[in-house]
């Protein structure tokens, strides 16, 4: 399952991947390149792409002015490092169809309806087996009497939608901020038990530089893992009460499900490693708060797929989010050590079919390893966003869990 930003595959200085160029001549494009830069050389390069090799200098602002004043003529630039000059390259920007709406509204519906009947399995039980049916069945019984199903598959529901669609949705504000085009989220419909893959935003071109890069990669994650301690909370504060009467039969209960299912207890502990570190951090605080609260199975349920999607994505890996923040932090050498790294951690923690999704992708592209290219691969990524990294790596390790069995 994963949720992360696609983009499309990254283009180097010298590719010809853009529309063939037959834009205005080469004069017309240096006049307005050297509004920013001092050049050096200027001619066509084999392909026809004009190409400007310019004074090595701090080139972040100058480029991204660079790169708004070609807009209008339908051009897009890239700039590379080339011995101890730089080289810019101008290609015509290829068009792109405009976004249908429609498929957007109609995936969100379809997966409003799957993770609702998902919600609506988790509840009554219909996954397992009849024994262990009944057993939810009388559960749900004590905690909750004469709730209704609907209601429960619906609030399982608005708990993960919230956390995945917000997710998506600190993607697009990213991108909207950052003036680059993107789509609305596509949300993926699935099986039970959780009835959805996730969701995407497909941006329609490279970032400019490292830091829009960074920006993209970080924001969706962050906003989840918001989101996720917010549903969490709620789960855990306003539960059904936990009242003498419901411990009695909670008590006996766990008796008969114990001894049915050969298990120690049913009723098992909010606990690390076999539950995310954020989930036991607000269990504790959540108990010292309010310890008579018996905690909403549906959107702690939400909670956990929630962290569960923040952790996959903020792994450091390909073009995950992780991936995107690494890259952009790093560079591409770095990138390429933290996919290994980000690939064991995957492994290690029990995450081996993602892995080998993410492996079997990566496969499958062009690029192999390599990350998003930014148009601007010469500025590094701002001093403040090398700090904000270690936000990412945080959340990694507080959203982190075992696979479960």
Same mark, same amino acid.
């Given at each position: 399952?994963? +949720? #992360?930003?696609? %983009? ?7 590719? &010809? ?7 205005? *001549?080469?004069?017309?494009?240096? *006049? ?5 830069? =001092? $050049?050096?050389? !200027? ?7 004009? &190409?400007?090799?310019?004074? *090595? ?15 209008? =003529?339908?051009? $897009? ?9 730089? %080289? ?7 068009? $792109? ?23 609506? /399995? ?6 397992? @087996? ?6 939810q069945a009388q559960y749900n019984a004590i905690i909750?009497? @004469? ?26 504000? %990213? !991108?909207?901020?950052?003036?680059? +085009?993107?789509?609305?989220?596509? /949300? ?22 490292? +830091? ?36 009695? =039969? ?7 499900? *114990?001894?049915?299912?050969?298990? %120690? ?35 702690? /349920?939400?909670? =956990? ?24 932090? /790093? ?5 390429? $050590? ?14 081996? &079919? ?22 601007? +691969? ?20 507080? &959203?982190? #869990?075992?696979?479960?069995?």
């Amino acid at each position: 399952m994963s +949720d #992360a930003p696609s %983009t499309p595959p990254p283009q180097s200085a010298s590719s &010809t991947a853009f529309a063939a160029y037959s834009g205005p *001549s080469l004069d017309t494009i240096k *006049s307005v390149v050297s509004l920013q830069f =001092q $050049i050096k050389d !200027a001619f066509l390069d084999p392909n026809g792409v004009p &190409t400007f090799v310019v004074q *090595s200098e701090s080139t972040k602002h100058e480029f991204m002015r660079l790169v708004e004043q070609l807009k209008p =003529q339908g051009l $897009i630039a890239a700039i590379r490092a080339t011995g101890d000059a730089l %080289t810019v390259k101008v290609f015509q920007k290829p068009h $792109i169809n405009p976004s249908r709406r429609s498929i957007n509204i109609g995936l969100f519906l379809a997966t409003l309806v799957s993770v609702m009947v998902a919600g609506y /399995f988790l509840w009554t039980g219909a996954l397992i @087996g009849l024994g262990s049916q009944t057993l939810q069945a009388q559960y749900n019984a004590i905690i909750s009497p @004469g709730a209704s199903p609907y209601v429960e598959a619906a609030v399982f529901a608005a708990g993960l939608l919230a956390i995945i669609g917000l997710h998506e949705f600190g993607h697009k504000t %990213t !991108a909207v901020v950052h003036k680059m +085009d993107a789509t609305f989220p596509y /949300f993926i419909p699935g099986p039970p038990p959780i009835g959805t893959f996730g969701a995407l935003i497909s941006l329609k071109g490279p970032p400019t530089n490292r +830091d829009q890069l960074f920006d993209l990669g970080l924001s969706g994650p962050v906003v989840g893992f918001i989101v996720t301690i917010a549903v969490g909370t709620i789960s855990m504060l306003f539960g059904p009460a936990l009242t003498a009467t419901k411990l009695t =039969q909670l008590n006996s209960w766990n008796l008969t499900c *114990s001894a049915q299912l050969g298990v %120690t207890s049913c009723l098992s502990n909010v606990s690390f490693p076999a539950q995310p570190l954020i989930l036991v951090l607000l269990s504790n605080l959540a108990g010292a708060i309010n310890p008579n609260v018996i905690y909403n199975q549906q959107l702690f /349920f939400a909670a =956990q797929i929630g962290a569960l999607l923040t952790f996959l994505n903020i792994v450091p890996a390909w073009q995950l989010d992780g991936g995107h923040i690494s890259r952009a932090v /790093f560079g591409a050498s770095g990138h390429r $050590i933290a996919t290994i790294v980000g690939l064991g951690l995957l492994l290690f923690s029990g995450f081996w &079919t993602f892995a080998i999704l993410v492996l079997v992708m990566m496969t499958l592209t062009r690029r192999g390893f390599a990350g998003v290219e930014p148009l601007d +691969d010469v500025s590094p990524v701002s001093n403040s966003r090398k700090i904000l990294y270690v936000v990412g790596l945080a959340m990694l390790v507080l &959203t982190f #869990a075992n696979a479960p069995l």
